[in-house]
């Protein structure tokens, strides 16, 4: 059984920075494109970023490019999301998720979906 489990969440102030982590199981992500959404109250999910896993080539939301960062831990099958300079709009659940197919911004391209962690960033 495929489970994508994000941590790492948890309330910052602004300016600061949180790290989240996306463990993944069930079977091996080594080509799998591993991506990051974020869903504010009242609002669509949106994308952040995403990291194909064999080359490891990153692309960022403009909101968040420059301050993110996406790596990845083949090893321990665990992609990460580093968040700097957080602002008070960055607040949302974010979410990871994995595609074998689609290397895209698009939410429905994702197949495999974490139960997301809350990030909240104050003013």
């Known amino acids: 059984q495929v489970q994508l489990v994000e941590s790492g969440g948890g309330l910052v102030q602004a300016g600061g920075s949180l790290r989240l982590s996306c463990a993944a199981s069930?079977?091996?992500?080594?080509?799998?494109?591993m991506a990051w959404f974020r869903q504010a109250p009242g609002k669509e999910r949106g994308f952040v970023g995403r990291?194909?896993?064999?080359?490891?080539?990153?692309y960022y939301a403009d909101s968040v490019k420059g301050r993110f960062t996406i790596s990845r831990d083949n090893a321990k099958n665990t992609v990460y999301l580093q968040m700097n300079s957080l602002k008070p709009e960055d607040t949302a659940v974010y979410y990871c998720?994995?595609?074998?197919?689609?290397?895209?911004?698009?939410?429905?391209?994702?197949?495999?979906w974490g139960q997301g962690t809350q990030v909240t960033v104050s003013s």
């Open positions: 990291s194909t896993w064999s080359s490891g080539s990153t």
């Open positions: 998720a994995a595609s074998l197919t689609y290397m895209g911004a698009g939410r429905t391209g994702y197949r495999y």
């Open positions: 069930g079977r091996a992500f080594s080509e799998d494109t």
